[in-house]
C-alpha cells in the first residue's frame, strides 16, 4: 500500500508538470478571411477548409491537424505552420485507409 501511494504521487507530480492532460482541440471553420492562429493541441478538419486571399492560418509549434475524411485545406491566403525540431507539426488522417485531400 504504501509503494500504491508512491507511485500515485509520482504519477500526480509528472502530470501537474505536463500542463493540461487532455489537451485542448478546436475544429476547423470552412472559411478564414482573416488571420487566425489555432490555440489548441489538436485541430479537427471536418470539412473543406479555404483560407482566402485575406486570411492567414496559423498552425503553432505541437499542434496535430487531424482530418476527419477526405477533405482539404485550399490556401488563397497564408497557412503558417512552423513547428520546431522539439515541437514538430504533424498533418494526419484519422482514418488511414480514407486518408485525406491535401
Do not use: C, R
Request: charged fraction near 10%; proline fraction near 2%.
Amino acid at each position: 500500500m504504501k509503494n500504491l501511494h508512491k507511485i500515485l504521487f509520482l504519477i500526480t507530480t509528472i502530470l501537474l508538470f505536463q500542463g493540461n492532460v487532455f489537451g485542448s482541440s478546436y475544429t476547423l471553420s470552412p472559411e478564414y478571411n482573416n488571420n487566425y492562429t489555432v490555440n489548441a493541441d489538436t485541430a479537427y478538419v471536418d470539412s473543406d477548409v479555404t483560407i482566402e486571399s485575406t486570411g492567414n492560418l496559423i498552425f503553432p509549434d505541437g499542434t496535430v491537424v487531424i482530418f476527419n475524411g477526405n477533405y482539404k485545406i485550399t490556401v488563397n491566403g497564408t497557412l503558417t505552420a512552423t513547428g520546431t525540431l522539439v515541437q514538430g507539426i504533424l498533418f494526419t488522417a484519422q482514418n488511414k485507409d480514407i486518408g485525406w485531400g491535401g
